[in-house]
């Protein structure tokens, strides 16, 4: 896992060759990442289903609750399959757009 501390976001990068190695390195650290908006990078060569997808729900909701984003990057998955309180975008610009308008949201009242 590589962690690169942006100015405004957390980006964590998967080095790993698997999903399961991947979520063990994030879940033991998640809670280091409490406070801050986290992108999390997930490489397209890790084979990866939609479900599993559905283990970062959790986490997604509780940056919510928190006042902090959460957004997964992966262009292989269907994001039509998911909930919309979990946000899963293609690229890290859409990513960083996403913290934009969540920040915006926030700063609204919403």
Do not use: C, W
């Amino acid at each position: 896992m590589i962690v690169d501390k942006k100015d405004k976001y957390t980006l964590i990068s998967s080095n790993e060759h698997s999903l399961k190695a991947f979520q063990s390195s994030f879940f033991e650290m998640a809670e280091a990442f409490k406070k801050v908006h986290v992108v999390l990078q997930i490489s397209e060569e890790i084979n990866i289903e939609n479900k599993e997808f559905s283990l970062f729900l959790n986490i997604a909701e509780q940056k919510q609750e928190e006042g902090t984003s959460f957004v997964i990057i992966n262009s292989v998955v269907n994001i039509d399959m998911f909930a919309e309180s979990i946000n899963i975008v293609p690229t890290l610009q859409e990513a960083e757009d996403i913290l934009e308008m969540e920040a915006i949201e926030r700063s609204l009242g919403f």
